[in-house]
């Protein structure tokens, strides 16, 4: 790990990009050159259903025609590597397999119909959690559902608050627990959710900084 400033553009290649896009990247871009800090390329390709044949290359082409480039990425190679999520999976299982050891996780069955009805019961206050902890303590021990499908949620805490710092907006704090519920870090289908991979990869690279 290092202290050094060092930004990150993370494409999906689900299709062209777009203006909106394009204005983060250049923003994200300006931040980090500005500052002389050092550049990433991450092709976050892991929404496999929406991932479209060449949407990669193309990205990597816009970018390079608004006249941004990088230090490290898919296509000039760096010493994070690889650049590409599809190619970083066995980093993914092995956080979860961390998260399984510390007891951090557990598998859900819930499906999104079940999830939406437990959310909306009137029990459940305007500030209760997305996910009711339905499968919280249904599996203990490692152990796992025998015969339906599972996903594998993150655990919060009551009370459990994450602290940061924006740049803009500055210190913010979320109640975690009330504000996101047990989230998703392992598909059904043994994809890694967007809130696994982005964290093991901003921090297997030193990201310091992330502008959406």
């Known amino acids: 790990m290092t202290h050094a400033l060092v930004g990150r553009l993370a494409p999906s ?6 203006v909106g896009n394009a204005r983060t990247y250049l923003l994200a871009w300006l931040s980090i050159r ?3 800090g050092r550049l990433i390329l991450r092709m976050e390709d892991i929404d496999s259903p929406r991932i479209k044949a060449g949407a ?3 990205a ?5 025609w ?11 190679g760096g010493a ?9 999976m066995p980093r993914y299982q092995a956080a979860l397999a961390q998260l399984q050891a510390a007891q951090a996780v557990y598998p859900c069955v819930c499906t999104r119909s079940d999830v939406a009805a437990a959310a909306s019961a009137p029990h459940v206050g305007q500030e209760g959690p997305r996910y009711a902890g339905t499968c919280a303590g249904r599996w203990l021990d490692g152990a796992t559902p025998p015969d339906r499908p599972f996903c594998w949620r993150f655990r919060t805490r009551a009370g459990q608050t994450q602290t ?14 009330e504000e996101l519920g047990d989230f998703v870090v392992c598909k059904s289908d ?8 982005v964290v093991v990869d901003d921090h297997a690279m030193g990201v310091t900084e992330v502008l959406r």
Request: proline share 7%.
């Open 34 to 36: 500005s500052r002389g």
């Open 13 to 18: 290649p689900t299709g062209a990009q777009h």
């Open 66 to 76: 608004l006249g941004l480039d990088w230090d490290e990425g898919p296509d000039v």
């Open 56 to 58: 990669a290359q193309q």
């Open 164 to 177: 940061f710092v924006d740049v803009v907006h500055g210190r913010q704090t979320c109640r975690v627990y």
């Open 80 to 88: 994070a590597g690889p650049y590409v999520q599809t190619e970083r």
């Open 190 to 197: 043994g994809a890694p959710a967007y809130q696994l991979a």
């Open 60 to 64: 990597i082409d816009d970018l390079r």
